[in-house]
């Protein structure tokens, strides 16, 4: 016997909570997407952070609070090395052991 579909009854339907009215709307009125500024024209206080690239086989999650400048540091030889933040962390550790 297969299960039926569940079925709201109108009562329910009108009840349903609203986001917001939708307004119909044609191309013309639409709001252009605006196109990203030349990297020339951007300035380094407004930039996002870089994005990486690649992600981690790894699992756990390691969440810490450092300083602006720490992660200004953290950051630049990632991006020196080329490698993804857990990465270098393990780099870093396995370096300090053999000390």
Not at 17 to 45: F, H, L, N, W, Y
Request: avoid cysteine.
């Amino acid at each position: 016997m297969a299960k039926k579909p569940a079925q709201l009854s109108e009562n329910l339907l009108n009840l349903r909570p609203r986001k917001g009215e939708a307004k119909p709307q044609s191309e013309a009125e639409a709001t252009p997407v605006s196109t990203p500024a030349p990297s020339s024209e951007v300035r380094a206080d407004s930039a996002a952070p870089r994005r990486r690239k690649r992600r981690s086989t790894n699992t756990q999650q390691l969440n810490l609070r450092v300083s602006e400048k720490t992660l200004e540091r953290f950051t630049a030889l990632a991006d020196k090395e080329n490698v993804i933040f857990g990465d270098l962390l393990e780099k870093l550790l396995n370096h300090y052991e053999k000390r």
